[in-house]
T-cell receptor
Framework: AQTVTQSQPEMSVQEAETVTLSCTYD???????LFWYKQPPSRQMILVIR??????QNATENRFSVNFQKAAKSFSLKISDSQLGDTAMYFC????????????FGGGTRLMVKP | EPEVTQTPSHQVTQMGQEVILRCVPI?????FYWYRQILGQKVEFLVS????????KSEIFDDQFSVERPDGSNFTLKIRSTKLEDSAMYFC??????????????FGPGTRLLVL
């Protein structure tokens, strides 16, 4: 079984500033994928970024990057140059590297970007 | 860009009634999932489906739930006798399969179910 914990229920950041959302996890698997999903007020789940645990290099997608610390089981999301449209719930999720397994989600962090 | 679609977007039903939630996964995807999110809570896995059978299911997915792929495009979740606590957002997701590698799950926009 795996668990995902997001310790920050809510965060806020000024527009154009940088913010980091924390995520820790626990799994007995050695190979797995980690994801950050964004859920705007429309409640649709949108993939932000993903990281393969067997890759040491941190994933980057435009203004979004992760700090993946496998030994510490930590997977934080950094949003640079925050925009008003980044206001949303952000969920960290994990799935083992085996076909068919489900995503385990954290409790989410509500991010508010202020003008 | 291909996307997962879900219908209806909202459904209101009376307790004890049957509901069917519909999903059209991305066309070349082979794994399908249902998740639910009770308001204010985390997203929870319900069931995964591959090769016309359930691959995994959670303890939430009891006998009142069933899934089906009635044709080549639709993937449905049926709740036989709805309870008040079934009120939630239900998300469908799908992904490709390449060997045994996990691929990203893409989510539909969700169906908001309200049981009265």
């Amino acid at each position: 079984a795996q668990t995902v914990t997001q310790s920050q229920p809510e965060m806020s950041v000024q527009e154009a500033e940088t913010v980091t959302l924390s995520c820790t996890y626990d799994t007995s698997e050695n190979n797995y994928y980690l994801f950050w999903y964004k859920q705007p007020p429309s409640r649709q789940m949108i993939l932000v970024i993903r990281q393969e645990a067997y890759k040491q290099q941190n994933a980057t997608e435009n203004r979004f990057s992760v700090n993946f610390q496998k030994a510490a089981k930590s997977f934080s999301l950094k949003i640079s140059d925050s925009q008003l449209g980044d206001t949303a719930m952000y969920f960290c999720a994990l799935t083992p590297l085996l076909a068919g397994n489900m995503l385990t989600f954290g409790g989410g962090t509500r991010l508010m970007v202020k003008p | 860009e291909p996307e997962v679609t879900q219908t209806p977007s909202h459904q209101v039903t009376q307790m004890g009634q049957e509901v069917i939630l519909r999903c059209v996964p991305i066309s070349n995807h082979l794994y399908f999932y249902w998740y639910r999110q009770i308001l204010g809570q985390k997203v929870e896995f319900l069931v995964s489906f591959y090769n016309n059978e359930i691959s995994e299911k959670s303890e939430i997915f009891d006998d009142q739930f069933s899934v089906e792929r009635p044709d080549g495009s639709n993937f449905t979740l049926k709740i036989r006798s709805t309870k008040l606590e079934d009120s939630a957002m239900y998300f469908c997701a799908s992904r490709q399969v390449r060997g045994t590698l996990q691929e990203t799950q893409y989510f539909g926009p969700g169906t908001r179910l309200l049981v009265l």
